[in-house]
């Protein structure tokens, strides 16, 4: 047992008034926090187990987790409850939301009724959106996510340096990227929503998890997340039927989605592809930087993401060169819209 793990089981017994209990590893994050589940003898508020956060500072920073879970829980969302904080020492003592991530469970026959419950949570929440609450997904950020595309992927991962020609196209994508999210409706934003962090629940299905960074930004964000994710693949015919059982109770709802769905389909689209190369980057930092090489694996399924839609879309073949010149790989034809 480490020394964060000593304090926080001291300061648990101080919490669940001596009560017996046993940890045990939950999950560890990406980042530095890590979750253990409480195991508790005999129960706690009616719980057999709970959930404790150690988010070390100066590494991590508790508040943003508890006042999003709060924001979030208004909207009626199934997040984890707050049941006790020490914000200075980085702990939290959480609900306890189970083991069954989307990720172990979707399978061909469930897919479509978990995506549905996933896409009437999602419209729950950006329903709930409200100006200058969250901070702005703006192109600061934007940037600086796609940024760790050259920094890490490419010069860390690859071990290439950008001639000036390439370092442009870059650029020039970035900013053709930035121009078309920063004019999509603006929602709240989980920043995560995907198989690793919904859990499958008895109850207003789904469970949400790790929304700390939650930003007020473009409404095709936690959608693209959700439909093309890191770490699941579906065919794209499946995926545009999921998108449009997304939108339409969206428009309906009176959200801000585009009229025309083909329109929304390319903003998903083009919101994926700055995802898309944010992950790639944050994959190869965690394996590079952090030793988490667990992450490598799912990098061939994003680049192919990335490939996909700069294929399809004229603006983006520059972006789709340089990756062929970046990983020798020869061009194909294909269409584009």
Known sequence: MDDRQQQLSAWLNTVLKQAEFKLTIASADASFRRYFRVNLVSPYLGCHTLIAM????????????????????????????????????????????GDD??????????????????????????LASKANVLPKYDETLLTREMQLFPDWYVAKHLNVSLNNEQQAVLKN?????????????????????HSRNLMIT????????????????????DLVSLLKDAYISWEEDQIIDWAVRYWQPAKKAGLPVPDDFSEFYRDFEWMGVQRHIKV?????????????????????????????????YVELRPMLRLLNQLENVKPKEGYTF
């Open 54 to 97: 150690d988010a070390p500072p100066p590494q991590e920073d508790c508040t943003p987790f508890v006042t999003v879970a709060e924001l979030f829980l208004h909207a009626g969302l199934n997040v984890p409850q707050v049941i006790a904080q020490d914000l200075t020492r980085g702990f939290l003592l959480l609900s306890d939301l």
């Open 101 to 126: 991530t989307y990720l172990t469970q979707l399978n061909s026959k469930n897919a479509s009724k978990l995506y549905l419950e996933a896409t009437n949570a999602l419209i729950k929440l950006q």
């Open 280 to 312: 790639l980057g944050i994959f190869a930092r965690l394996s590079h930087r952090d030793g988490k090489d667990g992450y490598l694996k799912d990098m061939p399924l994003v680049m192919m993401h990335l490939r996909k839609v700069c294929e399809r």
């Open 202 to 221: 008895q109850e207003n299905n789904p469970g949400v998890l790790d929304f700390q960074d939650a930003v007020y930004g473009p409404i095709s964000y």
């Open 173 to 193: 994508t970035f900013d053709v990227l930035n121009k078309n999210i920063l004019v999509q409706g603006q929602v709240y934003v989980h920043r995560d929503y």
